[in-house]
């Protein structure tokens, strides 16, 4: 599981950072993408990654301002011509269903593939298969904005292949018997039972991606333990009345989340085209000052979000 930053800039495109978006790549646990905003040049930064659209599953719009949004009709479209034909889904506020399809159809656009959408009508649970569930909440950014937690459910624990062996169970299909949990007999009477050679559960990982927006109580909520959250921070702490103005927050203002939410590492992103170089990093150390486990983002950065395991 990795975070890919497709970009990370505020408001407009610049030359050190484009408009956001962020893809969750999830090849090894489901074969898939799932891709968070998509603002304007989404699919030309893509095209500087090993990133194929036609892996993009889900996308999930955190609110309908431009800059998360102006790239999403012409990734949708360049999907089709780049082999992609598995459905997708679109998670959103209300309005981003007629904002696409007005733009498909205004531009004579057909997909080859089934595309659908989930206007979110109520916070909650929006997804939740074996693997994975997708909780959101509503922020407070001046028009709707949302934010997600998506939970990975818990992994089996491991096989302890070196006690099975230390009691003479030989290696063979029995093993996987004995994962399962299952009591198994052996040729010379020995009784085995399999929960007894299984490691402990290991927790699944959390991800915490929040739309633009003031700090807000359903911020921590929403990061309450994750691996990772990923916070905006438009203005550093100097601007903190200009943040809350423009319903923005600061890196004061996610460090202050992330410590709240007892969170393991802060990523900052969406950060305004003010800020450059040096000045940018200074965003960092002031997150620092609260949260340690702070780091500022840049374009094409990816980050991997590990599976502790506990057990050997």
Not at 101 to 130: C, M, N, P, R, W
Not at 223 to 240: K, M, Y
Request: aromatic residues 8%; contains cysteine; charged residues 25%.
């Amino acid at each position: 599981m990795e975070l890919l930053f497709l970009g990370t800039g505020a408001g407009v495109p610049a030359k050190h950072r484009n408009v956001t978006s962020i893809a969750l790549k999830l090849l090894e646990e489901r074969n898939s993408i799932w891709l968070f905003d998509c603002g304007e040049g989404t699919q030309q930064q893509i095209l500087h990654t090993t990133l194929k659209p036609r892996k993009i599953e889900k996308i999930f719009i955190t609110h309908l301002h431009g800059d998360h949004i102006f790239g999403l009709p012409g990734l949708l479209s360049s999907r089709s011509f780049q082999g992609g034909d598995e459905p997708l889904v679109v998670y959103g506020p209300k309005g981003i269903r007629e904002y696409v399809l007005t733009s498909l159809k205004v531009s004579g656009t057909h997909l080859k593939y089934a595309l659908s959408f989930h206007e979110i009508t109520e916070e909650g649970v929006l997804f939740q298969d074996q693997k994975f569930k997708v909780t959101c909440l509503e922020l407070d950014h001046g028009i709707q904005s949302f934010g997600y937690r998506i939970e990975e459910s818990d992994h089996q624990g491991m096989l302890q292949v070196e006690a099975l062996k230390a009691v003479g169970v030989p290696f063979g299909p029995m093993y996987g018997r004995i994962k399962n949990g299952e009591t198994v007999t052996l040729e010379n009477g020995q009784v085995i039972d399999g929960r007894d050679f299984v490691g402990e559960d290991q927790k699944g990982r959390i991800v915490t991606i929040l739309g633009d927006t003031r700090k807000h109580p359903n911020s921590v909520l929403l990061a309450q333990n994750a691996d990772v959250l990923v916070h905006e921070s438009t203005f550093d702490g100097e601007d903190r009345k200009i943040a809350r103005d423009y319903h923005h927050s600061t890196s004061l203002d996610a460090a202050e989340v992330a410590k709240e939410a007892n969170a393991k590492r802060l990523l900052l992103t969406h950060i305004s085209a003010r800020y450059l170089g040096k000045e940018a990093y200074a965003l960092e150390k002031e997150a620092q000052s609260i949260f340690k486990k702070s780091h500022i983002v840049k374009d094409f950065e990816e980050i991997e979000i590990q599976l502790v395991r506990t057990d050997k």
